[in-house]
């Protein structure tokens, strides 16, 4: 239990923020997986990845089928979870450190490689509005991967309370052992909920599955291995034991709002940071992968559960991101976000309640990095409607490498077919809202890089954590 006079704090901060009409605000908890497109979740088509707690988030509450993640890796995207901004104007627009690729033909911007304390978090803004909260899982928003550098940009300094941090495993980690860390982070979240059953928090439960090196216990793996399917490209037997393990861990989460009585006021998420990695699965059926913006490094899962509010059963196919989880949880607690604050998203609690997907114009990416995932090198895309267009900085920039590319995502989901050639004028206008969107957020550009050299193959500057 807190002590008496922190109770007696929060409960006068909950009295000043929240309305009447809205005695008990919700819960949230939001579960966040890593490196998980849509494939290897049941809900979404694939009968090969058995998920069922994770499928009754879509029975009993909200499916999205064009959730994007804000970025096609990871530390961007988690930025973007805490702050409400796109990646281009937090500056944080690779994974934490980046390779620096020195003979390519574009030299990568000086970005901002860890999230600054001044920046102000979603945790930040939930704490002061009374809530408990805690991160059980994944950080990778300081300039350190692990302790002790890690420490002075650690999600304890950005709001959480209650922290555990953990990493994805090594290559030679032992799968029968919690390799990802996801029972350890599954008990610390049950006590979590226990403690504070009478009082708003918000829990945020970042995994480092299914995040490479791929691992499970054997069992596991040679039960999927046995099944029908498991020799397709998209059917991973190891991604599909991993699958199996978090299911099971949002299976307990469930039933532990169950058994206390919160189930109808906890606003439960599950979400994905970018798509699979391709060496792990094909992410059938979009195109490409994790570091490319085509809609497999970017198109992930979004289930939202809330009963009683949100109505069970409802599919939605209108485009949200990252950005948007922010003005939605601060909305929904009774006190908006500030009207000076700087945010990129948009709140989704109307849409939640049944009504309109709020307007926008577009969804913009911003990626000027090369990956050793990645194709075509640094880019940027837009959705605006059913239209995509993704520009390759390298024919930007210098005029060489891939033209852009427009896809007709109702038509063409799987972008097989590329329309830019016979529909110029379209081209152009996207390419003029993605410049736009560049000078908006001050966003950083590759320039010509003075040491490019097309006889060295891409080498990574350093090792890859992300």
């Known amino acids: 239990m807190r002590p008496l006079l922190s109770c007696l704090s929060a409960l006068v901060a909950l009295s000043c923020v929240v309305p009447p009409m809205l005695a008990a605000p919700p819960n949230f908890i939001f579960i966040f997986a890593d490196d998980l497109g849509t494939p290897p979740v049941g809900a979404y088509g694939n009968p090969f990845y058995q998920t069922p707690h994770i499928d009754t988030l879509a029975r009993d509450g909200m499916t999205f089928t064009a959730a994007y993640a804000a970025c096609p890796v990871c530390s961007p995207t988690r930025a ?5 901004q796109y990646p281009a104007r937090t500056r944080i627009t690779d994974f934490i450190p980046g390779n620096a690729f020195a003979s390519e033909r574009l030299r990568q911007p000086e970005w901002q490689k860890f999230l600054p304390l001044s920046a102000t978090t979603i945790a930040e803004e939930l704490a002061a509005r009374g809530y408990a909260t805690a991160l059980f899982g994944k950080w990778h928003l300081a300039r350190a991967y692990t302790g002790p550098e890690s420490i002075a940009e650690g999600p304890d300094r950005q709001g959480f309370q209650e922290v555990f941090i953990t990493h994805k495993p090594k290559a030679n980690a032992d799968p029968e052992c919690d390799a990802h860390g996801v029972e350890s982070t599954t008990a610390r979240a049950l006590e979590f909920i226990e403690r504070h059953r009478a009082w708003p928090f918000f829990l945020y439960l970042p995994h480092n599955t299914i995040h490479a090196p791929v691992m ?58 970018n798509g699979g990695l391709l060496k792990d699965a094909a992410q059938a059926p979009h195109r490409g992968g994790k570091a490319q913006l085509h809609e497999g490094g970017i198109r992930v899962p979004l289930l939202i559960r809330w009963p009683g509010v949100i109505a069970a059963g409802r599919v939605s196919d209108a485009p949200v991101t990252t950005v948007d989880f922010f003005p939605t949880l601060l909305e929904l607690t009774g006190q908006p976000a500030a009207p000076d604050a700087v945010i990129d998203g948009l709140s989704l609690v109307g849409h939640l309640r049944g009504g ?30 059913d239209w995509k267009l993704v520009e390759y900085y390298e024919h930007t920039v210098t005029k060489t490498g891939r033209a852009p590319e427009l896809y007709n995502l109702r038509d063409d989901p799987a972008e097989t077919r590329n329309l830019a050639a016979s529909d110029p004028a379209r081209v152009a206008n996207l390419l003029s809202m993605l410049a736009a969107h560049r000078a908006t957020t001050h966003a950083q550009m590759p320039t010509p890089n003075p040491a490019y050299d097309p006889k060295k193959n891409r080498q990574a500057g350093g090792k890859s954590v992300d």
């Open 356 to 385: 309109p997907a709020p307007a926008r114009p577009a969804i913009f990416w911003h990626y000027p990095h090369y990956h050793s995932a990645g194709d075509g090198g640094p880019a940027g895309a837009v959705r605006a409607g």
């Open 216 to 273: 499970a216990p054997r069992a596991l793996v040679e039960k999927h291995r046995a099944r029908p399917g498991s020799d397709r490209p998209e059917n991973s037997p190891v991604i599909a034991a991993m699958m199996e393990q978090l299911d099971a861990s949002v299976g307990r989460i469930l039933a532990k709002l169950e058994a206390l009585g919160l189930r109808e006021n906890t606003l439960v998420i599950f979400y994905g940071d």
């Open 80 to 84: 973007a979870l805490m702050t409400g």
